[in-house]
């Protein structure tokens, strides 16, 4: 895949409120992370299913963005650097309202001793 094909895209939106992957499946997530080339919305490194990482393994795409309320940085896989970026298409976060982490239903009692620090 070239770099061009890698590009951020400001102008697509993202996939929806929550990790589509953990929505489908019943999972659940701690933090939230939006592929900044497709939109994909993944949980993060610290959820039980790291989506957004596996995301970057099937496809390729790079670059990632918080998808978390009030945080703009983006990360680069590649590089392992958290650099800033262009403001990507609304919306540009989970609702405000969603609990951390979420589903609040899907989320054991326990949910601290399956993360991953």
């Known amino acids: 895949m070239s770099d061009s094909e890698n590009a951020i895209d400001t102008s697509v939106p993202p996939s929806?409120?929550?990790?589509?992957e953990c929505l489908a499946g019943g999972g659940w997530w701690v933090h939230l992370?939006?592929?900044?080339?497709?939109?994909?919305?993944?949980?993060?490194?610290?959820?039980?299913?790291?989506?957004?990482g596996h995301h970057f393994e099937e496809t390729g795409h790079p670059i990632i963005q918080s998808f978390e309320p009030g945080?703009?940085?983006?990360?680069?896989?590649?590089?392992?650097?958290?650099?800033?970026?262009?403001?990507?298409?609304?919306?540009t976060s989970h609702p405000e309202d969603q609990p951390v982490p979420a589903p609040a239903d899907r989320v054991p009692a326990d949910w601290r001793a399956h993360i991953h620090r």
């Not at 929806?16 to 589509?20: D, E, F, Q, S, V």
């Not at 992370?33 to 957004?52: I, L, N, T």
């Open 71 to 91: 945080e703009v940085w983006f990360y680069d896989f590649r590089s392992g650097r958290t650099e800033s970026g262009p403001e990507l298409a609304p919306p």
């Open 33 to 52: 992370r939006r592929c900044a080339v497709c939109g994909h919305v993944g949980c993060c490194d610290s959820s039980p299913a790291r989506h957004a």
């Open 16 to 20: 929806g409120p929550g990790c589509r």
